[in-house]
């Protein structure tokens, strides 16, 4: 999709927008999906043996979450898909601004609320993006 910015018109980089939005704002926590893929676990193998298997574990290899590393690596692609889906709606809302004046935007506020209606929140910090037009 990146790579086709450049040859889509403002009205269609919008309609982008709106559905990239709406598929942000439907995603699944990736906790909850953590959350759920454990209770699938204690339900497929039972309570007890999953809980034996945490502790054997936990005993092995020093730690009590024996699935910290796939947990973490979900946690990363989940926060790295949502950072490009974020630089996508802003080079979207960027190609559509020039095409309508003529010039590149020069910060989120040129964008707000014509084309976004707010500033795309950092995850991990909870402030504002910082985007380099």
Request: hydrophobic share 35%; proline share 5%.
């Amino acid at each position: 999709m990146r790579r086709l910015t450049p040859s889509l018109d403002a009205s269609t980089c919008k309609e982008i927008i709106v559905s990239l939005l709406k598929i942000d704002a439907g995603a699944e926590a990736v906790d909850e999906f953590i959350w759920r893929d454990r209770k699938f676990a204690k339900a497929q193998y039972g309570t007890v043996p999953y809980y034996w298997y945490r502790l054997i574990f936990a005993v092995r290899s020093g730690t009590l979450d024996p699935n910290k590393q796939w947990t973490d690596k979900a946690r990363q692609k989940y926060d790295r898909q949502r950072q490009q889906r974020y630089e996508l709606i802003a080079n979207l809302a960027a190609r559509a601004y020039e095409l309508e004046h003529g010039s590149s935007p020069r910060s989120f506020d040129d964008l707000c609320p014509a084309y976004i209606k707010t500033i795309p929140a950092e995850f991990r910090s909870g402030t504002n993006a910082v985007y380099s037009f």
